[in-house]
């Protein structure tokens, strides 16, 4: 069984900050791309960043200069560092990770964790 555990979400002022963390756990025997998505009400999911697993990083246009991914994989964990937020990033985020478990490789969602940007 595979987990990916999502924190950090909540309520910020516009201007505000908020870091998102997921860990992955279980039987894992490699993580390759993990990234973050996004879905606002009555919107699809996007694709907010992903990481690599050597570092390459990838953004949307509408948070670039504003978000940073990372990773850590030592602790199978990936990170969201989020600035400037406006309110229009209010969404729930959901973590992403393509991991190959029991010999087979596939992408794992977490739950989601709510983020919501207002005064």
């Known amino acids: 069984q595979v987990q990916l555990e999502e924190s950090g979400g909540g309520l910020v002022q516009p201007g505000g900050s908020l870091r998102l963390s997921c860990a992955a756990s279980g039987s894992i025997q490699r993580i390759n791309a993990m990234g973050w998505y996004r879905q606002a009400p009555g919107k699809q999911r996007e694709l907010v960043a992903t990481?690599?697993?050597?570092?390459?990083?990838n953004y949307a246009g509408s948070v670039k200069g504003r978000f940073t991914i990372s990773r850590d994989n030592a602790k199978n964990t990936v990170y969201l560092q989020m600035n400037s937020l406006k309110p229009e990033d209010t969404a729930v985020y959901y973590c992403n990770s393509n991991m190959w478990v029991l010999a087979a490789i596939r992408d794992y969602w977490g739950q989601g964790t709510q983020v919501t940007v207002s005064s």
């Open positions: 990481i690599t697993r050597s570092g390459g990083t």
